[in-house]
């Protein structure tokens, strides 16, 4: 498998994660569009640690391919504790304007 | 073809459509549920790649807990399809036009690029627990313990922020 099918199928998932927060008003489906481009990065830093594999193989050292699975784990811990304080965010908006709509979130414009 | 490509196919094909579906449905609870599928294709591709850590860690903090939270959060608001936003169909074609514009631009460049630089699927050893593990502990221990004094924060913040005051 060649490099370029996981990169393109990571920038069609990482777009439609675009899309999503363009076009959608949901505050909660915005934020798993976040999610969804987080993951699609993810992906793309497992396959090119992949890539360096071999390279990594022939230097002797096996820590230069894993580094990118690390910073996979890593990006998994800080979305984890980004998740906890923007969805306690979310609910603390909707008691106060009961909308989940982001069009309502305005009053710090004027 | 083989079964390897066959695989890759069939796992794209399904991380690809069910993210469609997931910014397409009404319901925001179909929308989690769809995000959830995405995961477990992204999975499947992590297993296919040979990185056994990262795809049980990407079920069990994704799929199972952040997922969770979500539909925890859906559910406690009461969100359905009734409640969602009016939808504007101009600003929703400009979006969708910005992101393929994107997608485009990306795809482009990419096919400039002539190197052909070869993954190798199903074996390997840089993605196992072992390898991971030594890595972690001897060369990233410090971000290791940073990220634990971050989750304390994130804790003690959703808390801050979700008091009733």
Redesign the interface.
């Known amino acids: 498998m060649d490099i370029k099918a996981y990169i393109i199928l990571s920038m069609v998932l990482f777009t439609i994660g675009v899309v999503g927060v363009l076009v959608r008003r949901n505050a909660i489906i915005i934020f798993m569009c976040v999610e969804l481009m987080l993951n699609a990065v993810n992906l793309l830093l497992v396959a090119f640690s992949k890539m360096h594999a071999l390279e990594a193989a022939a230097q002797a050292s096996p820590n230069l391919a894993s580094d990118a699975q690390i910073f996979v784990f890593f990006i998994m811990v800080v979305a984890a504790a980004e998740v906890s304080v923007g969805l306690a965010i979310i609910v603390m908006m909707y008691r106060n304007v009961h909308t989940v709509d982001v069009n309502f979130l305005n009053r710090l414009k004027n | 073809m083989n079964i390897?490509?066959l695989l890759?196919i069939l796992l794209?094909v399904m991380?690809?459509g069910s993210?469609?579906m997931?910014?397409t449905s009404k319901s925001?609870v179909h929308?989690?549920l769809w995000?959830i599928v995405?995961?477990f294709a992204?999975s499947g591709?992590?297993i296919l790649?040979?990185?056994q850590?990262?795809a049980i860690?990407?079920i069990i903090?994704?799929a199972g807990?952040?997922m969770v939270?979500?539909l925890f959060?859906?559910m406690?608001?009461n969100?359905n399809a009734e409640t969602?936003?009016v939808?504007n169909y101009r600003?929703?074609l400009?979006?969708?036009l910005?992101?393929?514009a994107?997608?485009l631009i990306?795809?482009t460049a990419?096919n400039k690029?002539d190197v052909?630089?070869?993954?190798?699927?199903k074996t390997?050893?840089?993605?196992l627990i072992k390898?991971?593990g030594?890595?972690?502990f001897?060369?990233?221990v410090l971000?290791f313990e940073i990220?634990s004094v971050?989750?304390l924060?994130?804790?003690i913040?959703?808390?801050v922020?979700?008091k009733?005051d």
């Open positions: 390897t490509t890759f794209s991380a690809v993210a469609v997931m910014i925001p929308s989690v995000l995405v995961f992204i591709h992590y790649l040979n990185a850590f990262l860690v990407n903090v994704y807990a952040i939270l979500f959060v859906v406690l608001m969100l969602e936003p939808k600003l929703q400009v979006g969708v910005s992101g393929g994107l997608l990306i795809i990419l690029m052909e630089m070869p993954i190798e699927l390997g050893d840089t993605g390898v991971l030594l890595n972690l001897k060369n990233y971000p990220s971050l989750f924060s994130a804790m913040g959703a808390v922020i979700g009733k």
